[in-house]
Each structure stands twice: as structure tokens, then as C-alpha cells.
């Protein structure tokens, strides 16, 4: 599974932030309710319109991006 193929990005959603699937439920959303203590479980009785494939990916996509940032960081 690679974020790529679920996470989105289109100017006039939400501001340009990365949504999961073309929704409007954003990456930022679901780690913000990871972050508070929700689980997996909780989300998506919450949202059934998100997986937990879903889930994954948001994950994917935050390390990724700190990844790059790190690597960017340390080329300056």
C-alpha cells in the first residue's frame, strides 16, 4: 500500500491540504484524533466512510513528510 494512492491534493478542498480519497476529511484530522487518544476502532465506528487502510496511510504520509523534511534539513 503505498499513500499515494489515497491521499489528495486539490487547491480548492479544504485549503489545499491533503484529504483522504477525494473527502473532506483531512490527514491533519485523523493524526489530530490519533494524537488525542482516539483509536483505530473509534474513528472508523466515528467515520464509516473512512478504512483502516485509510488510517494507514495518513501514518504513511506523516513520515514520509518528516522524513523529507529531516533529509532537506540536514542538505541546508
Known amino acids: ?5 489515497l491521499i ?8 489545499g491540504k491533503p ?9 491533519y484530522d485523523v493524526l489530530g484524533w ?4 482516539m483509536s483505530h476502532a473509534e474513528i472508523l465506528d466515528d467515520f464509516p466512510e473512512l478504512t483502516e487502510e485509510d488510517i ?6 506523516a513520515a514520509d513528510r518528516e522524513h523529507r523534511l529531516v533529509a532537506a534539513a540536514n542538505n541546508i
Not at 489528495?8 to 485549503?15: A, L, Q
Open 1 to 5: 500500500m503505498s499513500y499515494r494512492n
Open 56 to 61: 494507514r496511510a495518513c501514518l504513511e504520509f
Open 34 to 37: 490519533l494524537a488525542h487518544g
Open 8 to 15: 489528495t491534493i486539490e487547491p480548492d478542498k479544504r485549503g
Open 19 to 27: 484529504c483522504i480519497r477525494r473527502m473532506r476529511i483531512t490527514v
